[in-house]
T-cell receptor, first 112, second 114 residues
Framework: AQSVTQLDSQVPVFEEAPVELRCNYS??????LFWYVQYPNQGLQLLLK??????LVKGINGFEAEFNKSQTSFHLRKPSVHISDTAEYFC??????????FGAGTRLTVKP | DTAVSQTPKYLVTQMGNDKSIKCEQN?????MYWYKQDSKKFLKIMFS???????INETVPNRFSPKSPDKAHLNLHINSLELGDSAVYFC?????????????FGPGTRLTVT
């Protein structure tokens, strides 16, 4: 079965700085990859997803992620963060007929 | 219109009680899920329902039972509540079980057992 590892539990960054949140997955077959964001006291919402095709995926709020099959990674990036990006970010992986598996989450804190 | 809704948003109860959390989706999706999020934000899938059939049950105690009166609803019933059941419970739905479908989450129900 597939699994996903988020390498950083917490990432502090200053406002307007770039950020990268790291995600690695494990699977023996083709996968679909997702990033979700959870703002305080809310449910998860989809930021972006990779299903096939171009390995660079653009999502909402200026985020993008790159699928790297050889590295089994799907890192999330944003060139310039805002205070409002402070949230918990979850990487998730699924296979064709398997349910989604979520990483442990990365807490992004944007400081003024 | 709220796509996935849950009630109640907060639930405080004593050990040993029985409680239910309701979930409704208006997206016309075929699959619904229940997740438990602990204090460290770890998300654990508890159940999924596809066309009213239970698909998975990830080592969840049998005190927890999902009930689906129809495709748009998946309620979670918990018997004999324990302190360790305190968590945030999320309902989610997706178009189907195929892995390419994204999941849509409800706002969560914070359960506190005292």
């Amino acid at each position: 079965a597939q699994s996903v590892t988020q390498l950083d539990s917490q990432v502090p960054v200053f406002e307007e700085a770039p950020v990268e949140l790291r995600c690695n997955y494990s699977s023996s077959v083709s996968v679909y990859l997702f990033w979700y964001v959870q703002y305080p006291n809310q449910g998860l919402q989809l930021l972006l997803k990779y299903l096939s095709g171009s390995t660079l995926v653009k999502g909402i709020n200026g985020f993008e992620a790159e699928f790297n099959k050889s590295q089994t990674s799907f890192h999330l990036r944003k060139p310039s963060v805002h205070i409002s990006d402070t949230a918990e970010y979850f990487c998730a992986v699924s296979e064709l007929n398997n349910d989604m598996r979520f990483g442990a989450g990365t807490r992004l804190t944007v400081k003024p | 219109d709220t796509a996935v809704s849950q009630t109640p948003k907060y639930l405080v109860t004593q050990m040993g009680n029985d409680k239910s959390i309701k979930c409704e989706q208006n997206l016309g999706h075929d699959t619904m899920y229940w997740y438990k999020q602990d204090s460290k934000k770890f998300l654990k899938i508890m159940f999924s329902y596809n066309n009213k059939e239970l698909i998975i049950n990830e080592t969840v105690p049998n005190r927890f039972s999902p009930k689906s009166p129809d495709k748009a609803h998946l309620n979670l019933h918990i018997n004999s509540l324990e302190l360790g059941d305190s968590a945030v419970y999320f309902c989610a739905s997706s178009q189907g079980r195929q892995g390419s479908y994204e999941q849509y989450f409800g706002p969560g129900t914070r359960l506190t057992v005292t």
